[in-house]
């Protein structure tokens, strides 16, 4: 499974669509997934579940198109967000 981590495979139950959806939700909300004030939009505006969308945070972060935040969250690093990372 190690070797899967580095790959643009999305986790399982997810689509390369769903990526798509889930990055461009986050960028709306500012990019940032700290708690559930983030999450639920999210989930709604990308028309996914709650695991969906915990997997896609694990899997930014295993791609390093997300970083961890010092308060526990995640901020997404690539498409709209890029800019905001730097």
């Not at 559930?36 to 999210?42: F, G, K, M, R």
């Not at 969906?52 to 935040?69: C, I, M, P, S």
Request: proline fraction near 3%; aromatic fraction near 4%.
């Amino acid at each position: 499974m190690m070797a899967l981590a580095g790959c643009d495979i999305p986790p399982q139950g997810t689509s390369l669509e769903d990526v798509t959806r889930f990055q461009t939700a986050v960028a709306s909300i500012g990019c940032d997934m700290v708690g559930e004030s983030d999450y639920l939009p999210v989930e709604l505006q990308a028309g996914l579940t709650r695991q969906q969308v915990t997997d896609l945070v694990g899997y930014h972060l295993a791609t390093e198109k997300a970083a961890e935040l010092a308060d526990g969250g995640v901020r997404l690093t690539v498409g709209a967000c890029a800019a905001d990372a730097a």
